[in-house]
């Protein structure tokens, strides 16, 4: 199957940065669409950004001009740098990836990963 790890989560005051990581691994043989979304207590997960296979983005009207998402095809793995943190940014992180895998062709299926923590102090 398919794994994906996140990593880089955090604490950090407001306006401060971070970067999120998410590797995918295992029987990939091709991943389209990558993103990130998040959940914060007591709210609906949402879509923060994603990434086509060719690097078309879209993010949500929330984090627009302080996040960008970038990915590394050949090491499966995508990213988040987030600047200028608010505390409303405080969630968990999740990233996903739609990926064909070796043993089923032709059929995308999503994956997603165990999520890390963002805490953005006032």
């Known amino acids: 199957q398919v794994q994906l790890v996140e990593s880089g989560g955090g604490l950090v005051q407001a306006g401060g940065s971070l970067r999120l990581s998410c590797a995918a691994s295992g029987s990939i043989f091709s991943i389209n669409a990558m993103g990130w979304y998040r959940q914060a207590p007591g709210k609906q997960r949402e879509l923060v950004a994603v990434?086509?296979?060719?690097?078309?983005?879209n993010y949500a009207d929330s984090v627009k001009g302080r996040f960008t998402i970038s990915r590394d095809n050949a090491k499966n793995t995508v990213y988040l740098q987030m600047n200028s943190l608010k505390p409303e940014d405080t969630a968990v992180y999740y990233c996903n990836a739609d990926v064909t895998t070796t043993q089923t062709k032709g059929i995308i299926q999503r994956f997603w990963g165990q999520g890390t923590q963002v805490t953005v102090s006032s």
């Open positions: 990434i086509t296979s060719g690097g078309s983005t």
